[in-house]
Every structure is written in structure tokens, then in C-alpha cells.
């Protein structure tokens, strides 16, 4: 298959051309031979890489939690519609055992493939997490951090986790983390209280990324830095849940400004309304009011987010100063790196998985491409 008259966006910049597809993977740029290929005119749009959310609890009305292959599957069959190539479901601050079942179901999906976005193992939000920082999660389901627990939520799929959400000031978070981070898995600071001394005890510890940077979480002021401000002031990656809703976008970029966009993912935070209309829905058991594009609980704080990546990258690119490559770098390469997958996504380069995503000047998707086979086309 090749992808002819297109804007190839590059690492470092956007040039004019052709992409030749065989067998999953991005042959060729600018094949020099294009005669006898079944070709698809893109008309001058945009050819991205595809976006990798790690950070992301549902969509399409159905939610990691449902505990079921057929959620995940559901789930990547929506975002893709966005341009999300590749994800990590993420699960929250439920029992053991409902994340148990969660868990095997995406090492199941991994496994076994999807008919959308690839799912590329889990991220667990929880439930080692701190109660006055408890956000969206559910402060029944808090339990000590531990090896002992983590395994009873993981058992024979620990190895299709690839990062956990903790607080590092809870006792015990510390010591799992250098536990969990020899085994090669992230850990990352999230729903805590610490202060910046703690969280640098964290990052000391292992802790290598902070999670839905400024919201739960310990705020920077003069005299108290807090986890944002350890996060400023360290080498750990960050994300953002760029809606406009989460986090004001002079806020967004200070901390671009100061974090640089190599060291910050585009995350969506999505619930299972993503994609949905407004209507009352529920994340981690507990009612959630979807409104003007807010997803909050009852109680009025916000729960997870409606966003999609394609959006979050058309919120950046219309209110900062990047050019569009360095936008779509933090949707797209920069989660890869985290997820270990850089070696073959996260970039258009020869002989890297074709996922793509095709869209316009206003970041309005037209086709995604998910290891060589089209999953969502409304190309015209």
C-alpha cells in the first residue's frame, strides 16, 4: 500500500511525500518505484505517527474495569477513531480482585491483538495512593503498598504491566518501587500529598514520571515546591491532560516551558464516555456527570476526562508556540520511549510498525492505520 501525496510528519520536521506500507510495517519513504501499488491519495493532509495514550481508563461506554476482553477490545475500537494507535488500559483504586480480572484481560488483549488501537499492557492508577489525594478513585480500596499486594493483583500478568500510579510518601511505596522498578516497570507519583523532600525520597527510590501533572497532586508555591515542583526540577517525564478543563493552558505552558517537550506525554485521562454523549456514566463504581466536555463526580471533582489525543494535540498546537512535529512528538514518541516500544513505534521511519494516523489542518482525523491494515477511513 502506498500513501501518496501527504505531509509526513518527521521527528524533527514535516516534508512532502510518499509512505510505501508492506507487510505492517513502513517500507519506504519516497519509494522511487511507484508504479503497480495499490495507492491511496491522502490530497496534501497530514501523515502522522500514531498516538500512544498511557493513561487511559475507557471510551465507546465501556471502561477497563468491566473486567472483560471484549471492554478492551471495544475500547480500542473507539480511540482509534481519534488516532490513538496504541494504549495502556488503565485500571483504578478498585478491589484485588476486580483488578485481577482487569489485568489478565489485558495481558489477554496483548496477547491475542484487537480489532483497533494495540494494547501494549497496563497501567494501574492505585490503589496504593494517598486518601487526601484521593481525587476520582475510591478511598474504600486503598491498601498498603507491598509486593505481597501487588502480586495478588497482577498474579500471572505482572509482566503485562508496564507502569503503576502510587503516592510516594505512603509507607511502604518506596521499597515497591525500587521492587517494581528492577523489574522494569515505571512508577510514577500520583494521587499524594508529598512534599517536595518526599517526592524526591520517590524519585531517589525509582519513582521516573508524574502523573496528570498539577491535578491530585501537591501544588508549587515559593516556600513549598510540592511533587510539581520536584517534578520541574528533576529528569522524571510528566503528562498532561491538555482539555483546557484539567489544566489553563498559560499553566500548560509553563510547564513546557520548564519541562521541555521531550519529557512530556499527551495523555487523555479518558473515561468510559469518551466518544459518548453527555448522560450520566460511572468510572471505578461511582456515578460520573458528563457535561459541556467535564466529566466529574457528584461531588463536583473532576473524573478522568472526555478528551481524545487528536484533540489534546490540536489544544497544544493552538495555544503554545510548537510546531506541529514537536506536538505530535508528545502524543506519539515520547510514549513510546515510556512504554519501550521506540525501537519500532512513535516515528514514520523505515521498517517501524505502520501506525498512522492521516488528518487535516485542524487535527480531524481521516484515517488511522494500525500495523498496516486500516481501522478507521473516512477519507473522501
Known amino acids: 500500500m502506498l500513501l501518496k501525496n501527504c505531509k509526513i510528519i518527521l521527528l524533527n520536521e514535516i516534508v512532502n511525500g510518499s509512505l510505501l506500507i508492506e507487510n505492517g510495517k513502513i517500507k519506504e519513504i519516497n519509494p522511487a518505484n511507484q508504479d503497480d501499488i495499490d495507492s491511496i491519495d491522502c490530497k496534501g ?32 475500537k473507539t480511540i482509534c477513531k481519534f488516532g490513538t494507535t496504541a494504549f495502556t488500559p488503565t485500571t483504578m483504586t478498585m478491589s484485588s480482585e476486580a483488578i485481577l480480572k482487569s489485568i489478565l484481560e489485558i495481558k489477554k488483549a496483548k496477547l491475542e491483538g484487537t480489532d483497533g488501537a494495540e494494547v501494549l499492557g497496563a497501567h494501574l492508577e492505585g490503589p496504593f495512593i494517598s486518601p487526601s489525594a484521593i481525587g476520582a478513585q475510591n478511598p ?32 511502604g511505596a518506596k521499597e515497591l518501587a525500587t521492587i517494581l522498578t528492577s523489574k522494569g516497570i515505571r512508577c510514577s507519583m500520583g494521587h499524594t500529598k508529598a512534599t517536595y523532600e518526599e517526592a524526591f525520597e520517590g524519585i531517589k527510590a525509582g519513582f521516573c514520571h508524574s502523573t496528570h501533572l498539577f491535578n491530585a497532586m501537591t501544588a508549587f508555591t515559593h516556600r513549598e515546591p510540592g511533587v510539581v515542583g520536584a517534578t520541574f526540577d528533576s529528569d522524571i517525564t510528566t503528562e498532561t491532560i491538555s482539555d483546557g478543563i484539567h489544566i489553563s493552558y498559560p499553566s500548560l505552558r509553563v510547564a513546557y516551558n520548564q519541562k521541555g517537550t521531550d519529557k512530556t506525554l499527551l495523555v487523555s485521562d479518558a473515561m468510559c464516555a469518551c466518544g459518548m454523549i453527555d448522560g450520566t456514566y460511572a468510572l471505578g463504581g461511582q456515578p460520573v456527570i458528563v457535561k459541556n466536555g467535564a466529566a466529574r463526580l457528584e461531588n463536583g471533582s473532576l473524573a478522568g476526562s472526555v478528551l481524545t489525543l487528536n484533540v489534546a494535540v490540536r489544544n497544544v498546537f493552538n495555544n503554545t508556540n510548537y510546531p506541529l512535529y514537536e506536538v505530535v512528538k508528545m502524543a506519539s514518541y515520547n510514549g513510546a520511549k515510556y512504554c519501550n516500544v521506540d525501537d519500532r513505534k512513535g516515528q514514520i521511519k523505515e521498517n517501524f510498525d505502520a501506525d498512522l494516523v492521516i488528518f487535516d489542518e485542524n487535527i480531524d482525523v481521516k484515517m488511522t492505520i494500525v500495523g498496516g491494515k486500516i481501522v478507521h477511513n473516512i477519507l473522501n
Open 45 to 76: 493532509l497530514y501523515v502522522s505517527p500514531g498516538f500512544i495514550d498511557i493513561h487511559i481508563h475507557g471510551a465507546g461506554g465501556h471502561d477497563t474495569m468491566d473486567g472483560t476482553y471484549e471492554a478492551i477490545n471495544e475500547i480500542s
Open 140 to 171: 474504600n480500596f486503598l491498601i498498603e503498598p507491598s509486593y505481597e499486594n501487588f502480586k495478588a493483583m497482577t498474579g500471572d500478568a505482572e509482566d503485562a504491566v508496564v507502569s503503576i500510579t502510587m503516592a510516594p510518601e505512603v509507607e
